[in-house]
Structure formats: structure tokens, C-alpha cells
């Protein structure tokens, strides 16, 4: 029998990574900027003011030219579950693929529908239809991502399932658990983070026309618009990132201790406002101290993931090893975890054996042996609890940076919003100027999101119970290399015809109608 | 009351149905391989893209709606066929993300590459992915060499549960005559599709006069190597199922056998094509004639969708392995029955899909499309 080539889990996870990135290089934009050209486009059909078409229709441009590479950056995330992770697929299929597939039903068809009228229609259709095109594309975008999203937020809290051991698999027992609290604050927080993007680009790009002293009136109008959204929404990320750290706190307590870079609990912990990691400390084991300099604010973290000042945040060394008091009692050590985990795989194959043999006495004591232990099914392929420690510096400075910019975004739009009810944007070259160097920011911002919640709860494929190294397909890595390398020149390809086409748009700026 | 084995059916339904609107939509891929044969000039060329360009986003959801739909439904073909004919798919999929900017892109300034690497692009999607998914569907008729040990997932270093034997991973499916058949048969078809759509949406004189001439020249090669797959498959072995000890075995002209057990099957297949040859062959003879797509394109997916109720239904495995005891059949390889009920529910959906969808294109195709429109077109490509 073939054994599984190690790296092949090295490449595959690389290529879900590269793909997953370079997607959410794009559709953070598509559903901001959406919202937003769908307001100015209302403001038109409700004023008659043609100078709001005009509007409407630039941004319209470049929301068409990021939506088309985000649609091909994204086709190829849907097919890799299946592709690289054969095993996910089968294992959690019956539970994943029902999100993935209402996402095609009832979110793509809106939006490849309504996309069309919305870029052809404006000459074929009457202005409320073309409105009501322009907003039903992007609702279609933005439950396309609330379904693709209830998936994540399923993999990292698996709830309303049971494990069938006939069938080998994971099985849906209750559809709206599925939609748990953990996926619409998950939901939440990425909608608006989109915003945030959106308000950003158009506030950024309308900065340069007034840095270039051309189209006045259409920038400030522009920027009056994304500035009151974007300011709006970058609270509304603050609020709903509050709500996801709290979730993660309950049901991913690694990690929040890789985010904060606690590795010894304490009762009442402090928030890290600003740190800096000892390059030193190698281990999570050893007795090197984690950091060269913090700065704490004091309880913070128990009342932000416990609500409760003085409530016990455990670390990487207090998981590890368990016996701190939880919601559901004691915490279990790794190797309390790791010996249910193998008794759960002893048993289902117990089962299997006494199921061939029509042994049913003893298929129901192995299951019932099963479901006791399913919880930690996943710990049975660990082999040390080093395994569990995600790495540290990549989350707990993607975290400290994401917030750090969060709260700039707020700062920002604040600033914009007043000095353009003053009437003083126009005049204000550094705030144009700043504008203008934060629309990157918003992409390294979102981007720093993900690699938060996807590299922070790692080795998991499904949260406890399927490891990645059990999810993968049976490829060789030298296949994965392969695709790997293609969709990196590919999209890299894209990438920079991308943004010279967008240049040369911005350039151009709006028509005349 | 609603049984198990009635959902599985009812899913397989909805795949067959989904695979039809999409043998139907690749018509847009067909079209694309017709940007560097029958248009000149430039203007014609820029015809043919911004009609082909209104469409593409419908076969790109479909794909991805067929694909999601066959991960809730049938989640084991989706594991073993993605994560096994792993070659086969990744060049489908390679072919779809360059389609998806190219219409986009081609004719922006500052497209780094030019207009002409983009409309390449687009006849590379178009030649690939019509000839792929024909192999790719062959398949299910002829079989494919993987293994499937549920018992797998209990090996710590060996967990993979469907494991792909031909290390070719899929791309031995291009040495198989029946599948390249039903490959070079989707090509043709999409191109025949394609021009059917050209004679109901563009007003172009020149174009016009090429669009009959090609028709026969593609509408031929399509009905030769269609009907050589149709009665080569009719006439050979198929992966059949006891429905008693679940035991799959070959048996001799199985699909022939499916047909006759199955007369609604049998008439629809056949009416579709019938619809199919009629929207060709009326449009070969009357200039006059602009409807011959909705007929073709009706036809196309009933034909297909019953040619793939053939393969799930009738104790058949749909996916067979030539390890005969690992091939998938729609009992074998669905969701639990809790998740098809649930998926069921949200398919009540999929009438009002199809009427909105129906509604817009109306809406949008109100009179054929001439240079003119493409210039008042603040969004041409």
C-alpha cells in the first residue's frame, strides 16, 4: 500500500492558500464597491440628476473589471474541495456540499442574471428595472457569500451533524444548526469588511482626482457617499469582529491564545494593545519569555472572550495539558484527547470488522465505544501535541496588524466624512494623499483575516475531528507542484493585467454621457 | 411518503437536468471557437464576442451550480472523480478561469497582453472544455480504474478513501475511442449550438450568409460522432446492479436494456433528438428561419438529460470502476437522506430560478443585435 507523501500536504495546503488569497483580492471590492455604486445608482433614479449615471456608470466600469477575475480566481476554490481534498469531501460532503450548493441555486444565478442588465441593459431596460438589477447582482454576490461562509464558519465549529459509521461519514442532522451564531457573525464581519474595501478604493481613487484637480464635483460627491458608508461599516466590522473573537474564545480557545500570545493562562488576562514576540522562544514548551515588550490593557481579554473580567483565559501550555474548568467541565490534556481519538479509530474499525461479519452484538458495542469518544476522532491521527500549536508570530501579528487597521479605518473615514461636510477635502492634500496610500491597506487588512482564522486553527480540517492530513486526496505532490505553479503564473498574470486595466480607467475617468 | 431511494432518484434528476442546460449553454464555448473562422474583420469579430459575452456568466454558474449540486447530492463521485481524474478537471477548470476575464479584458486598454491573447484564450476554453466534458461524460458509460475502501479513513498513514489506480489520473480517458467520440461530439455540437444562436441574434449580412454554411459543415460531424457513441454504447456491456445482494456486475447491452425498460426515457431521448435534428435541418433550408436554437437547445437538454437518466437510473452504477465492486450508483454514493430532503426543499426554488432567468433574457434580447448596438454600447467589449 502506498503511503501518503508528505509533502503532498505541504503543496496542497499551499495551493488552497494561493488560491483563497488571490480570490479574496477581489471579491472584498465586488461587494463593497457593489453597495456602493447601487446607492449612487438609487440617488439617480430618485433624483434624475444625470451627473449621478455618470457616477454610477465609472465605478459600474471598474466593478466590472475586478468582478471578472474575482469570478475566475473563485471557480477554481469550489473544485479544489474535491480535487486536493478527496477525503474532506466524502467525510463532510453531506454536510458541506449543501451550503456550496444553495450558494449556486440561489445566490450565482441572481447575480450572472441581473450582472447583465445591470452592464447591457441601461439603453434596453426602464431605469427601475435596471435599479433593481444593479442591487439584485449584488445581493446575489453577498449570499453567495453568506452560504460559502456558513461552510467556513462550519468547518471551524461543527454542530448539527452525527457521525454514521456504516456510511463512514459525518451526516446533517439539523439544517439551521448549520446556520449557527459562529457562522452569521462570521458572515457579518466579512460582508462588511467588503465595505470597508469599497469605501476605501472609491474614497482613494477619488482622492487622486482631486490630488490631479480633475472631476471635482464627481470625487467629492464620491467621497461623500463611501465616506458616510465606510464609516458606518468599519464600526460594524469593529462590533461583529467583537462577536467572532468571543466565538472563537468559546469553541477555538488555540486559537486565541496564538493570538494573543498567551502561552500560560491566567485569570483576568490582559489585551495585548501592542507587543513585540521574543524571536527567541522556539518552543511552546520551553522557558523562554513569549515576548520583548507588550503593553497590556488590563482584563480586557476576559471581558472581550468571557465577559467577565475575571474570568480564565487558558494558553498553549494550559490546553495542552488541560484540567483548567471550562463550560463543560475539565479541560481534556493532548494525550487524554489523543487516546479517545485513537479509541474512537479502534472502534469504528472494530466495527466495520464485526459489521462484515454480521457480528452485531459487537458492532454495537464498538459504536456505542464510537460515539463516546467521536468528539476527539481528529486527535487520533496527532502524534504530538506540538501538532496542535499553529504558528505563533503569523497570528499574532496578522492579528495586532488587522486591528491596528481597523481602528485606523475608523479614524479615516471620521476624518474624511467631517472635512467633507466642512467642505475642506478639497483643499487638504495629505488627507488625499492618505487616502490615496490606504486603499492597499484594505487589502493587507482582509487578507490578514483570513490568515488569522485559517492558519490559527490548524492542523484542522473540521475543528477536532478531521485533521488535514486525513482530508487530502491521493495524488502525487509533483501533480499539486504542477497546478500549483500553473495557477501562480496564471493569476499573477491576471493580476497585473488587472490592475493596468484598471489604471488606464481611472486614468481615462468617467465618460460624458 | 417520501422514500430515500425516491430522493436519490430526484436528485439524480436534478444532475441530469443541470448537465443538460449545461451540454445546452456550452453553445457560448462553441461560439468562441468560431472568433478566428468566420469573422474578417474586426467589427465582425467584436460582433461575435459582445453576443457570445451577454451569455458566458450563465454556463459559468451552471458549471459551478452542476458541480455544487453533484458535492450535496452525490458526494462520493464528487471525492473520487475530482480527487482521481485529477488531470481531466484541472485542465476543464484552467479553461473556464482564462474564459472568465478574457470576455472582460480583451478589448480594455492597458490589457498587458492584447486583444488577440484574450480571444486566443477564449477559443482555447472553447476547444477544451467542449472536448473534456464530452471525455469526462463518457466516462460514466465506460468506466474508469479507482478503488474505494471506506475502511481507509482507519489507516493513520493511509486514510485516503478513493484511490485513482492509472497514475495518468484521468488523462487515460483520452485513449479510449467511445470517449474521444462523445468529446469530439460535444465539440461539434457546441459549434452547431453556437451558430444556431448567431442566426437568432446578429443582423449582419456578411455574417449571415457564413452562418448557413457552417452550419452543415459542423451539424454533420456532430450527428456521425454522436450516433457512433450512442450505438456503440447501446451495444456493449454496462456496469449493472442486483438490486438484492447490491452486487455490480457487467451486463450485455445494458443501456439498450434501460432504454426498453424505461419508454419514458426512450420517447423523450429520442424527441429530443428529433428536436435537435429539427432546429438544424429547418435552418439549413430557410434563411427565413431564426427559432432553430430554441428547438436545438430544448433538444439538446432533454437528449442529454436523458442520456444521463440512463446511466443513474435502472439498478445502473453511473460511475463504474473497472473494479466492479467499487463503481458508484446513486444509492451507493448519495447524502444521508436528511441532507437530500433538506436540498430538496431549497430546489422548490429552481422554477423561480429558471423564470427570472427567462424574464431577463427577454427583457435583453427584444431584437437581434447589429454593429450599431455594439457602438452605442457603453460596456461592448
Known amino acids: ?114 450582472i447583465s442588465i445591470m452592464f447591457f441593459g441601461w439603453n434596453k431596460v426602464s431605469k427601475s428595472f435596471h435599479l433593481a438589477s444593479t442591487w439584485l447582482t449584488v445581493t446575489g454576490a453577498t449570499l453567495s457569500a453568506l452560504w460559502i461562509l456558513v461552510a467556513n464558519a462550519w468547518m471551524q465549529h461543527p454542530v448539527g451533524m452525527q457521525f454514521n459509521p456504516i456510511t463512514v461519514r459525518n451526516e446533517m442532522v439539523d439544517f439551521w444548526a448549520v446556520i449557527s451564531p459562529f457562522a452569521i457573525h462570521k458572515f457579518l464581519h466579512t460582508v462588511f469588511s467588503g465595505w470597508v474595501m469599497g469605501s476605501l478604493f472609491v474614497v482613494g481613487i477619488s482622492s487622486w482626482y482631486l490630488l490631479k484637480k480633475r472631476e ?57 494593545a501592542f507587543g513585540i514576540l521574543n524571536p527567541e522562544k522556539k518552543m511552546y514548551n520551553d522557558s523562554i519569555d513569549p515576548f520583548l515588550v507588550k503593553v497590556e490593557i488590563p ?214 454621457e | 411518503m417520501i422514500s430515500y431511494s425516491l430522493l436519490q432518484h430526484y436528485w439524480w434528476f436534478i444532475i441530469s437536468l443541470l448537465g443538460g442546460i449545461l451540454a445546452f449553454l456550452l453553445f457560448v464555448q462553441g461560439g468562441q471557437t468560431f472568433l478566428f473562422s468566420l469573422s474578417k474583420t474586426n467589427d465582425e469579430r467584436k460582433l461575435l464576442v459582445n453576443v457570445l459575452g451577454r451569455k458566458w456568466e450563465f454556463t459559468f454558474t451552471t458549471l459551478v451550480t452542476f458541480g455544487g449540486a453533484f458535492f450535496a447530492s452525490f458526494p462520493l463521485f464528487y471525492s473520487t472523480s475530482f480527487g482521481g481524474a485529477y488531470w481531466v478537471w484541472m485542465a476543464i477548470l484552467f479553461s473556464f478561469v482564462v474564459q472568465a476575464v478574457s470576455f472582460e479584458f480583451q478589448s480594455k486598454p492597458g490589457n498587458v497582453f492584447g486583444t488577440n491573447v484574450y480571444r486566443g484564450l477564449l477559443y482555447f476554453n472553447g476547444l477544451a472544455a467542449t472536448f473534456l466534458i464530452g471525455v469526462a461524460i463518457a466516462t460514466f458509460f465506460t468506466g474508469s480504474d479507482f478503488i474505494i475502501n471506506k475502511g481507509n479513513i482507519t489507516e493513520q498513514l ?109 420517447v423523450a431521448f429520442l424527441l429530443g433528438v428529433v428536436a435537435v435534428l429539427y432546429g438544424v435541418i429547418r435552418s439549413l433550408l430557410s434563411k427565413e428561419f431564426k427559432s432553430g436554437i430554441w428547438f436545438s437547445g430544448i433538444g439538446t437538454i432533454v437528449t442529454v438529460c436523458n442520456l444521463l437518466l440512463l446511466v443513474g437510473y435502472n439498478n445502473t452504477s453511473f460511475y463504474p470502476s473497472i473494479n466492479l465492486q467499487s463503481s458508484l450508483t446513486i444509492s451507493n454514493s448519495s447524502s444521508s437522506e436528511f441532507t437530500l430532503k433538506a436540498m430538496s426543499i431549497v430546489s422548490i426554488f429552481i422554477p423561480f430560478v429558471l423564470a427570472y432567468i427567462f424574464y431577463a433574457w427577454r427583457a435583453m434580447e427584444k431584437s437581434r443585435t447589429n454593429m450599431e448596438d455594439i457602438n452605442n454600447d457603453h460596456h461592448s467589449y
Open chain 1, 299 to 512: 482584563k480586557m481579554l476576559s471581558i472581550l472572550g468571557y465577559r467577565d473580567k475575571d474570568a480564565f483565559v487558558p494558553g498553549i501550555n494550559d490546553i495542552l495539558k488541560g484540567g483548567y474548568e471550562t463550560n463543560n467541565g475539565k479541560a481534556m490534556s493532548f494525550e487524554d484527547k489523543q487516546e479517545r481519538g485513537l479509541a474512537a479509530i479502534e472502534s469504528l474499525k472494530e466495527f466495520q470488522n464485526s459489521n462484515t461479519k454480521h457480528d452485531e452484538a459487537t458492532a454495537m458495542i464498538e459504536k456505542t465505544k464510537l460515539k463516546k469518544n467521536f468528539s476527539e476522532f481528529g486527535y487520533g491521527y496527532l502524534k504530538h501535541p506540538s501538532e496542535l500549536v499553529p504558528d505563533i508570530p503569523m497570528i499574532f501579528y496578522s492579528f495586532h496588524l488587522m486591528v491596528a487597521l481597523g481602528l485606523f479605518f475608523i479614524a479615516l473615514f471620521g476624518v474624511v466624512f467631517f472635512m467633507t461636510y466642512k467642505n475642506t477635502i478639497e483643499s487638504t492634500r495629505w488627507i488625499q494623499w492618505i487616502c490615496l496610500f490606504s486603499i492597499p491597506l484594505g487589502y493587507v487588512a482582509g487578507e490578514l483575516g483570513w490568515i488569522v482564522a485559517e492558519m490559527g486553527r490548524q492542523p484542522w480540517a473540521i475543528q477536532d475531528v478531521l485533521p488535514l492530513k486525513a482530508a487530502i486526496s491521493g495524488i502525487s505532490s509533483d501533480s499539486v507542484k504542477i497546478t500549483f505553479f500553473l495557477f501562480l503564473i496564471l493569476f499573477t498574470a491576471l493580476l497585473i493585467a488587472e490592475i493596468r486595466i484598471m489604471l488606464q480607467q481611472i486614468k481615462k475617468g468617467p465618460e460624458m
Open chain 1, 1 to 114: 500500500m502506498k503511503l501518503m507523501d508528505v509533502s503532498l500536504l505541504d503543496w496542497s495546503r499551499a495551493q488552497f492558500a494561493m488560491t483563497a488569497m488571490y480570490h479574496w483580492l477581489f471579491v472584498p471590492l465586488t461587494l463593497g464597491l457593489g453597495v456602493i455604486m447601487s446607492i449612487m445608482e438609487t440617488i439617480y433614479v430618485r433624483t434624475g440628476n444625470e451627473e449621478w449615471k455618470r457616477i454610477t456608470k465609472f465605478w459600474m466600469t471598474l466593478f466590472g473589471i475586478n468582478f471578472a477575475i474575482g469570478v475566475a480566481t473563485g471557480i477554481i476554490l469550489e473544485f479544489e474541495f474535491g480535487t486536493n481534498w478527496s477525503n474532506y469531501s466524502w467525510f463532510v460532503g453531506d454536510i458541506f456540499g449543501a451550503p456550496l450548493a444553495i450558494e449556486g441555486i440561489l445566490a450565482f444565478f441572481m447575480e450572472s442574471t441581473f
Open chain 1, 216 to 272: 471635482i464635483n464627481f470625487a467629492k460627491n464620491s467621497i461623500l457617499i463611501a465616506s458616510i458608508f465606510g464609516l458606518s461599516a468599519s464600526l460594524l466590522v469593529s462590533l461583529t469582529g467583537d462577536s467572532s473573537a468571543y466565538d472563537v474564545a468559546q469553541h477555538q480557545p488555540m486559537k486565541l491564545a496564538a493570538m494573543e500570545g498567551i502561552y500560560k493562562g491566567e485569570k483576568g488576562t490582559g489585551l495585548i
Open chain 2, 158 to 266: 493511509t486514510p485516503t478513501i478513493s484511490v485513482w489506480q492509472n497514475p495518468l489520473h484521468g488523462l487515460e480517458a483520452l485513449f479510449n475511442i467511445r470517449n474521444l467520440c462523445l468529446g469530439i461530439a460535444v465539440f461539434f455540437l457546441s459549434r452547431t449550438l453556437a451558430l444556431l444562436f448567431f442566426i437568432n441574434r446578429i443582423s449582419h449580412d456578411v455574417l449571415e450568409s457564413k452562418f448557413q454554411k457552417a452550419l452543415l459543415l459542423n451539424a454533420l460531424p456532430f450527428v456521425v460522432f454522436f450516433l457512433i457513441f450512442v450505438i456503440w454504447t447501446l451495444l456493449s456491456d454496462g456496469y449493472g446492479v442486483n438490486p438484492n445482494t447490491l452486487e455490480i456486475k457487467l451486463i450485455s447491452n445494458k443501456y439498450f436494456i434501460n432504454l426498453i425498460e424505461m419508454p419514458i426515457i426512450l
